[in-house]
């Protein structure tokens, strides 16, 4: 993995939802089903509904356990 994806992945790992219910959960602690809604709905544009998107992608593939190790505290 070269340093520019793994610099992404650890913002993704980081990122929080800045509104609605889920106001300051990391995106890796949104439930699937609440993900697949704003597909439906048409994620926002820019980088935070991009990485709304990755983060759908993830764990519809069962891979969010990658993610939780690169969150910091």
Do not use: C, D
């Not at 959960?25 to 609440?34: C, G, S, T």
């Not at 439906?40 to 969010?64: V, Y």
Request: charged share 25%; hydrophobic share 40%; glycine share 8%.
């Amino acid at each position: 993995m070269n340093n520019e994806t793994r610099a992404a992945l650890v913002e993704l790992a980081n990122a929080k939802m800045y509104y609605g219910k889920y106001k300051g959960k990391y995106l890796v602690q949104l439930p699937e089903a609440y993900l697949v809604w704003y597909k439906n709905k048409g994620f926002p544009s820019g980088k935070h509904g991009e990485q709304l998107a990755m983060m759908l992608e993830i764990k519809s593939n069962g891979l969010e356990e990658l993610i939780w190790p690169l969150i910091r505290k």
